[in-house]
């Protein structure tokens, strides 16, 4: 193989560490990249801490590590969208947005200045050559831990200089890689939270952005339960959080979201025995972003509407403006406008869109 510069987008977590241990083994110039995005330093952003553990893991590798901060553009692109979809009612998918916008968008861009012919990442997927304008995007081997959910957002053409070396390797042998190699991350917990924002109370962090807006919670006949904070702070099929507990007349069964009225400013919620009001059999995307060639008519496929879930078969309907009519054989549950839904064909990821209705 030979010799390139390939930069690797370092998180400070041992995904990232394998990944540029197994490119500097291959014999590449690898040097590391650390993000800084996330300003607000606080009990619960990990910035501080894991640029030091991605430092160490490079004085382990003897790798060159860089530093960046696209705080800018992460508050642009990525999060005041994201608080704009929330005070629409909707949920969004910040990983998505960030992987687009930030790691193959700015960050990419910035490793390409740097001298890099490509810029490789700890993600779990797999990238296939394949004719036309750019790689084809492929599961990970490990299926419990394959993220191209998340990058079915981005331009097809940018994976064309980026590699994923994790994506043939369990999670086990990657941390057993970094034990053996003597990586100071090689026990690290996974990282969980909002992408470079970290986990932390989710409605507290939100209210720190969007004001509370109370309203009658509602059950689908109109009877007032209680009262909500503001639409933005639930999700549809949420179940904790409702506050309303046993209600006299009615069953002893939890309570779900099962709409969202922007109208009128109403939650409504429905009991485990009305859950059907919570399924779908169809919904309409936003613009596809293809990762194959744009189909010219319609075709069967497995969709998943979050992250985990199963392949759901179903019908994609080509619509003008590039969008798509998703046609379930079985009704969905709990399908959120907002989120993103993804498109696949066996292994190959074909693109994903944001979940505009459900019908």
């Not at 994201?82 to 700015?106: H, M, Q, S």
């Not at 394949?130 to 299926?143: N, T």
């Not at 006299?248 to 969202?260: L, N």
Request: proline share 6%; net charge neutral; with cysteine.
């Amino acid at each position: 193989m030979s010799r390139e510069r390939v930069i690797v987008g370092m998180s400070g977590g041992v995904d990232s560490a394998v990944a540029a241990l197994l490119l500097r083994d291959a014999g590449h110039d690898v040097h590391g990249l650390y993000m800084s995005n996330w300003e607000d330093q606080d009990n619960y952003c990990t910035d501080a801490q894991d640029y030091q553990d991605a430092r160490a893991t490079a004085r382990e590798l003897g790798i060159v590590l860089h530093r960046v901060s696209f705080a800018e553009d992460y508050q642009e692109l990525v999060f005041e969208e994201f608080l704009a979809e929330y005070r629409r009612g909707r949920t969004p998918n910040p990983d998505v947005l960030c992987n687009r916008e930030i790691k193959f968008g700015a960050c990419l861009r910035y490793a390409i200045r740097l001298g890099a012919t490509r810029f490789a990442t700890g993600h779990y997927a797999r990238l296939n050559p394949a004719a036309g304008a750019g790689p084809a995007l492929l599961r990970a081997r490990d299926a419990a831990k394959d993220q191209s959910y998340f990058l079915c957002g981005v331009e097809r053409a940018r994976f064309s200089k980026v590699s994923f070396p994790l994506g043939e390797l369990p999670k086990h042998q990657v941390r057993a890689r970094a034990l053996q190699a003597g990586l100071p991350v090689h026990d690290k917990p996974d990282s969980t939270g909002i992408c470079f924002i970290g986990e932390r109370p989710f409605a507290q962090f939100l209210a720190h952005y969007i004001p509370e807006t109370p309203g009658p919670i509602e059950t689908l006949d109109g009877r007032t339960l209680g009262v909500h904070r503001g639409l933005p702070f639930y999700t549809l099929g949420q179940r904790g959080g409702l506050e309303i507990g046993g209600v006299r007349g009615e069953r002893a069964e939890p309570w779900y979201v099962a709409r969202k009225c922007l109208k009128r400013n109403a939650l409504i919620v429905v009991q485990e025995a009305d859950r059907q009001n919570l399924a779908t059999s169809a919904l309409r995307t936003g613009p596809i972003n293809w990762l194959c060639e744009a189909p010219i008519t319609d075709f069967e496929a497995g969709i998943k509407v979050r992250y985990r879930q199963a392949d759901q078969p179903a019908r994609v309907e080509l619509l003008p403006d590039h969008c798509a009519l998703i046609r379930f054989q079985s009704p969905q549950w709990a399908v959120t406008p907002g989120q993103t839904a993804a498109l696949y064909q066996g292994e190959r990821c074909l693109g994903g869109g944001v979940i505009e209705e459900t019908l």
